[in-house]
């Protein structure tokens, strides 16, 4: 039997370019064209940075040497992209000059340079950090499982996270899954404690007061949106790596 309509949206969807990933450290030294390959084969790909908090955490990771490569490369005579074919939007250069013919970028604590890309490095690789779960679970359920597993129920703190997790969503056998988020303490909070969010209610009242039983955040794999939902109905559900194995 189909659940009945919720009362109210609370996610609509934006998509950006970037996906929703984490970064897994590799000690091993490579130039930046075989750290590259290494990536593309056990990962994704070279590392994209895209905020400030992003850069902090890669600088953060416990057992990193200083200058690691990422996933940042000059293409043409003035143009610097990532990896994936976007421009860059966020940077960290160091002051100064250039080198003349470096045309790879290392991440420093200081910020980042650009270096020979046949030196030798470690570097940062991609990896998806979203793992789909067919089995139907309670709201609660899927949250202690996914927990069990040193994860969490999915947080949309951002456009391009909702986008990919609808991307691993595909293959669901449930029309709904289970995020990370709650409605606790007159408030609709993520579980992850990441507060951010793309808010747009189709029903503006319902948002101080979501009935009593949709309580609970479920992604519309049809309509592209989260919505209000029973906290007791049994659907798949998305859990998110940790950054760091």
Not at 130 to 156: G, H, I, P
Not at 170 to 186: I, S
């Amino acid at each position: 039997m189909k659940q009945s309509a919720p009362v109210c949206l609370i996610l609509t969807c934006f998509f950006t370019g970037a996906l929703f990933r984490c970064n897994r450290y590799v000690a091993e030294e490579k130039t930046w064209q075989e750290a590259r390959n290494y990536c593309v084969e056990n990962y994704t790909d070279l590392t994209s940075i895209w905020s400030q908090e992003e850069d902090d955490d890669l600088w953060n990771y416990p057992g990193r040497e200083d200058r690691v490569w990422i996933g940042l490369f000059k293409d043409g005579i003035d143009n610097w992209k990532w990896v994936g074919g976007q421009n860059v939007t966020f940077s960290r250069w160091l002051s100064g000059p250039f080198k003349d013919g470096a045309m790879c970028a290392v991440h420093r604590q200081d910020g980042w340079r650009n270096l020979s890309c046949t030196k030798t490095r470690s570097f940062f690789c991609s990896d998806r950090c979203l793992v789909l779960v067919k089995e139907n679970k309670t709201w609660e359920e899927a949250m202690k499982l996914c927990r069990d597993q040193n994860r969490d129920l999915v947080s949309l703190p951002s456009g391009y996270a909702l986008s990919e997790t609808l991307v691993v969503s595909q293959g669901a056998q449930t029309d709904l899954v289970w995020t990370g988020l709650r409605y606790l303490a007159d408030r609709w909070l993520w579980v992850s404690g990441e507060t951010q969010g793309y808010w747009h209610w189709n029903h503006p009242d319902a948002l101080q007061c979501p009935g009593w039983i949709h309580r609970c955040g479920a992604l519309s794999l049809k309509g592209n949106y989260v919505v209000a939902w029973d906290c007791a109905a049994k659907l798949n559900f998305v859990c998110n790596k940790r950054n760091r194995v």
